[in-house]
C-alpha cells in the first residue's frame, strides 16, 4: 500500500495539481475538476476535460428496498452490471464500494481508451462514477479518477433542508 501511495505522490508531482470543486448531485457530493464542462443527459451527469483526452459519467439513484444492507446493494450492482469479475472491493464515502479497469482498442489499432468505473451504496443511495480516457494519457487522468472517487460523500439526511 506504501508503494501505492509513494507513487501516486510521484506521478501527482509532475503534472499540475487539478483544481477540484465540489458537486452535488441528489444524495452524492464529490469533488470534479473545476475547468471540465458539466452537462446533463438522461439523468447522467457527463463532465468533459477541455483537451478532450476524457470524461467522466456519474449516476446517482436510490434503493428501491429500504434500509438495504450496504454490502448486500453493493453485491447486487455489481451482479446487475453482468460479472462481479475484475472488480476490486474498496471503501468510499465509508461505504462499500468496488473499481474496475477495462482497457478497449479500436479494430484497426488506431485508438485506445481505458476505462476506470467505480461504483457504491450506502443502503439509500447508489452510484456509479465511469472515467473514460485516451489510453495514450492515463497516467495523468488515472491518478484524477482515484481523486474524484476519493472524494465521494453521503449527504446527510434530507431533515434539515429548509431551515
Known sequence: MMLGSLLVMVLAAGEPAAELTKYEVKTLALKVPSEWQQSEADGTQRFDDPTGDAYLLLDVGSVQTAGMNPRKCLEKILTAMGSEQGWKQLKLGKAP???????DTTPDGAESV??????????KTTWSLVFHMDAK?????????????GSV???????????
Do not use: H, I, N, W
Open 137 to 149: 494519457k492515463k497516467d495523468r487522468f488515472e491518478t484524477l479518477a482515484e481523486k474524484v472517487a
Open 153 to 163: 460523500a453521503y449527504a446527510k439526511s434530507s431533515a434539515r433542508k429548509g431551515k
Open 97 to 103: 464500494a468496488a473499481r474496475r479497469v477495462d482497457s
Open 114 to 123: 481505458q476505462t476506470v468505473t467505480y461504483v457504491g451504496c450506502d443502503g
